[in-house]
């Protein structure tokens, strides 16, 4: 019967470079309630503010079946490994759709356990060249609120300039409840490594949930202390390559957030003066030192862990009401290592151009994409 496989035509190049062959789609998807009792505890975390325990449970739970069930299916098509994971949360009359989709890969004579990995197969590609051997498909989530309490608090202290210490714990905290609870799942599968780890933060029943993906994997030129305390990377599969055959190897993924307010002068003193063609003093300055003090404190925990460098770093900037400002920093700090090597000595083109969408306009995409190549 003929096969039908989510890998495209760059993707199934890459595998068998690594002299594996695609496989089928498989799928795995949970439908779940929060239920009576768990909205009630979910107000009450509401209203205490920080991490709300029960809707991270129940997505988390929702995922894992999903996850599960995706798994099974591969085995039923005798898959050797998933390429590609996904994972999507869908509205559907009020109650949760937790999907999984990805594509099985099948390595002819392989003698080990079933394999998924977060990344798509030419981002597999480039780990396993680099060393990196997948184990698992990896997540780590928390959903959390500031809390009533908390935007009181917040509230009378934005009549003040300055950083919000408060809320930037609160934001800090999560967003590393979110990267040790990814840590603590890949080492169950005896990983050494966390790598491709995507993040994404998004608001579901009047909460936020933070969400990191990536690829638990094993690579034996890496020292020994990463058994224990793996390292975790968001570099792309290319940077990852790239920055091994330079002899580096990821440490940590370090993230960094600040809270910050212009304050009731300083908002009443910038409207005024956007009235003006020309800077608005207050705001540059407002903006400076957030990025400053977010960056610093990514230098600080480099420098606790040992890492030579901190790379890829990208920052994030957002409006987040009451005349607050998020900034966020996230990179990934990184440290030479003796005997770290990859397997060939150039990517592949295959490997490095990303696919192009060719159903682009519709909410189900109903017209092909005509654009000139």
Known sequence: MTQVTGLSGNEIFCLAKKN????????????????????????????????IAQITSVIHDGRAHAFSRMVREAIQHDADGVAGVTSELRSLRGKTEFLFVGSAVHVPGNTK??????????????????????????FGNVAY??????????????MVRGEIREFSDIFNVTRHVALERLVKQAKASGANSVVGIRTTIEKW???????????AAFNSDLPQWA??????????????????????????LLMST?????????????????????????????????????????????????????IGVKTY????????????????????????????????????????DTWIDGEFGVSLDRQSA
């Not at 356990?113 to 990896?138: I, K, N």
């Not at 910038?270 to 800077?279: D, F, R, Y």
């Open 227 to 252: 058994s224990l305390n793996p390292v975790t990377s968001d570099m792309t599969g290319e940077e990852l390559w790239s920055m091994t055959s330079l002899g580096f190897a990821p440490v940590k």
């Open 20 to 51: 594996m062959r695609p496989g089928e789609i498989v799928v795995g998807n949970s439908v779940n309630s929060m239920g009576f009792f768990g909205s009630i505890g979910a107000g009450v975390g509401n209203i205490l503010g920080g991490e």
């Open 113 to 138: 356990a079933l394999f998924t990995s977060a990344g798509d197969a030419q981002e597999l590609y480039c780990h396993m060249d680099a060393g990196y051997q997948p184990l698992q498909h990896v």
């Open 258 to 310: 600040s809270i910050y307010s212009l304050g009731l002068i300083g908002g009443f003193l910038a409207t005024v003066k956007s009235i003006k063609k020309g800077e608005i003093s207050d705001l540059t300055t407002l903006i400076h030192d957030a990025r400053v003090n977010a960056v610093d404190r990514l230098k600080r925990e480099a420098s606790e862990i040992g890492a030579d460098e901190v």
């Open 317 to 356: 900037i957002a409006e987040i009401g009451n005349g607050l400002v998020e900034f966020m920093a996230i990179g990934t700090a990184v440290k030479k290592i003796s005997g770290m090597t990859v397997k060939t000595s150039a990517l592949p083109v295959q490997a490095i151009i990303r696919d192009r």
């Open 145 to 158: 609120s500031m809390g009533i309490g908390g935007n009181i608090l917040g509230s009378l202290k934005t």
């Open 205 to 215: 029943m009047g909460v936020h949930e933070m969400l990191m993906t990536g690829t």
